[in-house]
């Protein structure tokens, strides 16, 4: 019955001509689509700052250098309410990130799953931005 | 098969499956008082100290219905703010998002008057829309003002957004104050008798002005400047940015038809930017262990800064005949 009734509410989400809805704002404005990047490193800091929160990961390329990136994500109460807290992003800790570039070539991206050091992955972005693998919550649809 | 063209036969599928199972739903939200599942109610609020019908508490909105009506001519991409229509602008819906195990209202649309479901906007206005989605990289004006943290605006702020979702709502003696989680705003409705301020003051949201009718509290709003729009998340889809001018006349109505809902309704007429008015009707859930986050939304806005700079790089490419 649930599920049934989950379907039903996940064909209604689309008979919204799919359109997306919890984003704060357009996501092909800031961020290129066609540049998806996987970024590898260490979280600096968390800025949980509306209306997107903010994670700052120092990554080391190839060449040893270690390059500071930003990782939009969505709001601070989006986020907790998804299952993100302090403890999620303490500085220092290391993670695997994919997200989408900026389109104006700066080391910035949107983010999406987060991989954390015991496995667990965690969905940072905003939901609705129609960034490609974009997802309602956890927890929501099955 | 492309993603677009899987989104195309999703909602053929949605639409058939949809259209069927749910025509019957909507009617039953334009007669108020009924309770959320359109039985006829005698529930009679409790009344504050200063005697009005008590709507006080926290209430959601959280829902599984469209706003609008969908029609063929719909063009989601564009709403969604897809500069090259790429599909990427728009995405899966998150109309499930932070729902889990929440009472979600499932109707035909949000929009219940005309009973196409179909908000009745002037071609210019949706012209102008198109303009300032498809440049929003040119210039700051084109942003709506929700994303530029001034406001989700009135009655927008009120329209669901699939998260942000939370109302409180407080009484005083000759005040309503509704307070939106999103974007940290703050309502003050005085609701003793007062006029309106008059035609000299123009404001982003109007001029609010409350009386009770029975039961129900009745919002008149005018008094708005021309700069704001009735509607900023994407989720209102097609009538997200259109403009709003000064002869905007917004009238709401809150009823409390039993302890966990009051029924919303909003009658929105603008003779500039639409051919007749239109009305929204959809449930307020009480949900007293809901907690309204924050959402100061000017301390991290780089939204617009990156955007803007994203245009400037596509300037950029563009004088030097790179290809995006």
């Not at chain 1, 220092?92 to 949107?110: C, E, K, L, P, W």
């Not at chain 2, 069927?20 to 100290?49: E, I, K, M």
């Not at chain 2, 995405?91 to 209202?105: I, N, V």
């Amino acid at each position: 019955m649930r599920t049934s009734r989950l379907f039903a509410a996940a064909l209604l989400a689309v008979l919204a001509a799919g359109a997306p809805l919890a984003a704060h704002h357009s996501f092909a404005a800031e961020f290129d689509g066609n540049k998806p990047v996987t970024l590898k490193g260490t979280i600096t800091k968390m800025e949980w700052t509306n209306p997107h929160a903010w994670l700052h990961v120092d990554v080391k390329g190839a060449d040893g250098k270690v390059v500071a990136w930003m990782i939009e994500g969505g709001a601070p109460n989006a986020l907790l309410r998804r299952g993100w807290n302090r403890e999620s992003v303490a500085p220092g800790t290391a993670i695997v990130v994919q997200g989408f570039r900026a389109r104006d070539g700066s080391n910035r991206a949107s983010g999406g799953d987060v991989t954390l050091p015991d496995g667990k992955k965690l969905f940072i972005g905003s939901t609705g931005t129609g960034a490609p693998g974009d997802r309602p919550e956890p927890g929501g649809k099955k | 098969m492309t993603m677009r063209d899987r989104r195309v036969t999703l909602l053929a599928l949605a639409a058939a499956i949809a259209a069927s199972a749910l025509a019957v739903l909507v009617a039953q939200q334009a007669s108020p008082p009924t309770t959320a599942s359109g039985a006829a109610t005698n529930w009679t609020p409790t009344r504050t100290p200063d005697g009005q019908p008590d709507i006080q508490g926290t209430w959601t909105n959280y829902t599984s219905t469209p706003f609008e009506v969908p029609d063929k001519s719909d063009t989601p991409d564009v709403y969604a703010g897809d500069l090259d229509g790429s599909g990427r602008g728009t995405g899966p819906s998150s109309f499930l998002t932070d729902t889990s195990g929440r009472q979600l209202t499932k109707a035909r649309s949000l929009v219940v008057d005309p009973p196409s479901g179909r908000v009745p906007i002037m071609p210019w206005a949706e012209e102008r829309r198109n303009y300032k989605l498809a440049h929003i990289q040119d210039d700051w004006v084109n942003f709506t003002p929700w994303e530029r943290c001034i406001t989700r605006g009135v009655p927008g702020g009120i329209f669901p957004a699939g998260y942000g979702s939370g109302y409180q709502i407080l009484q005083g003696p000759g005040y309503v104050a509704i307070v939106y989680e999103m974007i940290h705003e703050a309502r003050i409705i005085p609701v003793d008798g007062r006029p309106h301020l008059g035609a000299s003051f123009r404001l982003w949201n109007g001029d609010s002005r409350g009386r009770w009718e029975g039961n129900t509290l009745v919002v008149d709003i005018t008094g708005y400047n021309d700069k704001g729009s009735v509607a900023t998340n994407v989720a209102t889809q097609r009538v997200r940015a259109i403009p709003q001018s000064e002869a905007l006349h917004v009238v709401e109505r809150f009823t409390r038809v039993d302890e966990n809902t009051i029924n919303y309704d909003v009658a929105i007429e603008d003779p500039k930017v639409f051919t007749a008015p239109w009305k929204v009707a959809m449930p307020l859930h009480r949900e007293p262990d809901y907690q309204l986050f924050e959402y100061a939304c000017h301390e991290g806005n780089r939204a617009v800064p990156n955007t803007l700079s994203a245009g400037r790089a596509r300037d950029r490419e563009t004088r030097s005949g790179g290809s995006r």
